[in-house]
């Protein structure tokens, strides 16, 4: 057959487009049933869990909003918390105890150690980090 013959046999270009886009529109519908028909079972199943799900955070949500948070401290943590409030009520400078060393110096009773002291400030400075 030449070529001429194959040209002649085929339809007009414009029936053969509509040709065409039957077929497509057949074969999509056709395509799309059988999609539908497949996936509505899988559909329902995904609605159904999805609503279950919904049920159950509503569920959550609501005992949540009713439930109040609660803290339990360790017996350390209690201690501390008195510690810290005795610390607030009591004075951090003894007066009395002020009082009597100012009393003793003023009247010439109180005796320093030198000793003592020169122990205590070389203990101190070896606590102290070295900064060289």
Same mark, same amino acid.
């Given at each position: 057959m030449a070529i001429t013959q194959v040209i002649t046999a085929l339809p007009p270009p414009a029936q053969r487009g509509v040709d065409v886009y039957e077929t497509f529109v057949t074969t999509q519908e056709t395509f799309q049933g059988a999609l539908y028909t497949n996936l509505v079972?899988?559909?329902n199943a995904f609605s159904t869990q999805a609503n279950a799900m919904k049920t159950e955070m509503n569920s959550l949500a609501a005992?949540?909003?009713v439930s109040a948070d609660t803290v339990d401290f360790t017996h350390t943590a209690q201690d501390i918390k008195t510690a810290v409030a005795t610390g607030a009520v009591t004075? $951090?400078?003894n007066e009395d105890r002020v009082a009597a060393i100012k009393s003793a110096l003023q009247s010439g009773n109180y005796k320093i150690d030198v000793e003592? $002291?020169?122990e205590k400030m070389l203990r101190f400075e070896d606590k102290l980090p070295d900064s060289t």
């Open positions: 079972p899988e559909i005992s949540a909003a004075p $951090v400078i003592h $002291v020169a």
